[in-house]
């Protein structure tokens, strides 16, 4: 069985400051791991991907996230947080041979001026 | 670059009526979904299909039908809606499915049921 385990439901930091965002999952199969955002009244739109090559992943805007399978687990980072980072976040977890996504319950980020 | 399109994007319903929500994709992809997001509870899968002509349940499929009319369009029906329908539905599409497949989603349907 495959799931996602956000680990934080919100998480606030400070504009400048680094973003640490957890994800947990569990699966049966090689899995594949992504990160998506959603900014208020939007649709979702990804950041990055693992898919079993390099186990550190850059996405766009500055994340990172990296896979480490001793763990179980894909935490989201970002060095230093800015206004337009504020949005929702979520982690999906995909094996190889479905069309069923897992999706974790979100966090939400707020970042302070 | 339309992407996923998704319509409505607001709407009120009373308990009993039905309506269907329409999503198109202009990116030529294979895999069409549907899904509702509900606080607290991230986005669960409702239907999906594959490819043309082919539609599977998800993890929420009651009170629920699906339609891939076509490549493009991918239907998603409330026979008879109820208040636990109450959700935002987010359309996505993706080239196929398997490893590392991105998903693409609409910017969704925020549907009330009083």
């Known amino acids: 069985a495959q799931s996602v385990t956000q680990l934080d439901s919100h998480v606030s930091v400070s504009e400048g400051t680094p973003v640490l965002l957890r994800c947990n999952y569990s699966s049966s199969y090689s899995p594949s791991l992504f990160w998506y955002v959603q900014h208020p009244n939007k649709g979702l739109q990804l950041l990055l991907k693992y898919t079993s090559a390099a186990t550190l992943v850059k996405g766009i805007n500055g994340f990172e996230a990296e896979f480490k399978k001793s763990e179980t687990s894909f935490h989201l980072t970002k060095p230093s947080a800015h206004m337009s980072d504020a949005a929702e976040y979520f982690c999906v977890v995909n094996v190889n041979t479905g069309n069923q996504f897992y999706f974790g319950t979100g966090t939400s980020l707020t970042v302070i001026p | ?114």
């Not at chain 2, 009993?16 to 991230?42: F, I, K």
């Open chain 2, 1 to 114: 670059n339309a992407g996923v399109t998704q319509t409505p994007k607001f709407q009120v319903l009373k308990t009993g009526q039905s309506m269907t929500l329409q999503c198109a994709q202009d990116m030529n992809h294979n895999s069409m979904y549907w899904y509702r997001q509900d606080p607290g509870m991230g986005l669960r899968l409702i239907y999906y299909s594959a490819s043309e002509g082919t539609t599977d349940k998800g993890e929420v499929p009651n009170g629920y039908n699906v339609s891939r009319l076509n490549k493009r369009e991918f239907s998603l029906r409330l026979e008879s809606a109820a208040p636990s329908q109450t959700s935002v539905y987010f359309c996505a599409s993706s080239q196929r499915g398997g490893a590392g497949t991105i998903q693409y989603f609409g910017a969704g349907t925020r549907l009330s049921v009083l």
